[in-house]
């Protein structure tokens, strides 16, 4: 069974810019999460889709976004870069509703974003 | 508020001694769930242990062993007999029943030495 997988895995975009990273989850699994890793805040929960629908969300401005398509598979878009936007970005798929507390998550790769 | 301390910023021991990491968790739910995840130099966190806020009970897997005390808001994870291929970036979590979210401590990056 193929694992998480994120697509791209290394990007550099410029300020001012927006981006659109993808994540496609375990077959089967519905529900998909992403977070934001970074040295200074640590990891961070962004939010959260299942059956195409935002179920939670962190608190994060609304340049962040996403969203999920009937195959499960995520997007999502960073519009307006900053340059603290620079971040490891995780996605993790599980089968039911991703609460954290129910259901164990399966992480992918993530993508590398730099911005300059 | 939620809150994961993770007091060990870095710590390296010696291949196959034991190592303990610390978690500490502050939260005002009755009902909430711990994490710990293991992130190797490839980046993806791989899932270790879920424990819930009713089950105080150890639990050891292998070399792995975990030890959730409620009295002083702790779980701390234990590697016995400690191997290289353990060297990563070891992140404790709580996630509340009352918004779902999960909060992630600092981690702790451990070095194993050969």
């Known amino acids: 069974k193929a694992g998480v997988t994120q697509t791209p895995r290394y990007l550099i975009k410029t300020r001012g810019q927006q981006v659109t990273l993808s994540c496609s989850p375990i077959?089967?699994?519905?529900?998909v999460s992403w977070y934001q890793q970074t040295p200074g805040q640590g990891l961070q929960f962004l939010f959260e889709?299942?059956?195409?629908?935002?179920?939670n969300k962190g608190n994060f401005p609304g340049r962040f976004s996403g969203r999920q398509f009937s195959n499960s598979r995520s997007e999502m878009n960073v519009s307006t870069l900053e340059l603290g936007d620079s971040a490891l970005y995780l996605c993790?798929?599980?089968?039911?509703?991703?609460?954290?507390?129910?259901?164990?998550?399966?992480f992918g790769p993530g993508t590398r974003l730099t911005v300059l | 508020a939620q809150k994961v301390t993770q007091a060990q910023t870095e710590i390296s021991v010696v291949e196959k001694e034991d190592v303990t990491l610390d978690c500490v968790y502050e939260?005002?739910?009755?009902?909430?769930?711990l994490f710990w995840y293991k992130q190797p130099p490839s980046g993806e966190l791989v899932f270790l242990i879920r424990?819930?806020?009713?089950?105080?009970q150890n639990e050891i897997s292998g070399r792995y062993s975990w030890n959730f005390q409620k009295s002083t808001s702790s779980f701390n994870f234990t590697i016995t007999a400690s191997q290289v291929v353990d060297s990563a970036v070891y992140f404790c979590?709580?996630?509340?029943?009352?918004?779902?979210?999960?909060?992630f401590g600092k981690g702790t990056r451990l070095h194993i030495l050969p």
């Open positions: 979590a709580l996630s509340g029943n009352r918004d779902d979210k999960i909060i």
């Open positions: 889709y299942f059956s195409e629908t935002q179920r």
């Open positions: 077959s089967g699994h519905r529900s």
């Open positions: 993790a798929s599980s089968q039911g509703p991703g609460i954290p507390s129910t259901d164990t998550q399966y």
């Open positions: 424990r819930n806020s009713f089950d105080e």
């Open positions: 939260t005002r739910d009755t009902t909430y769930y």
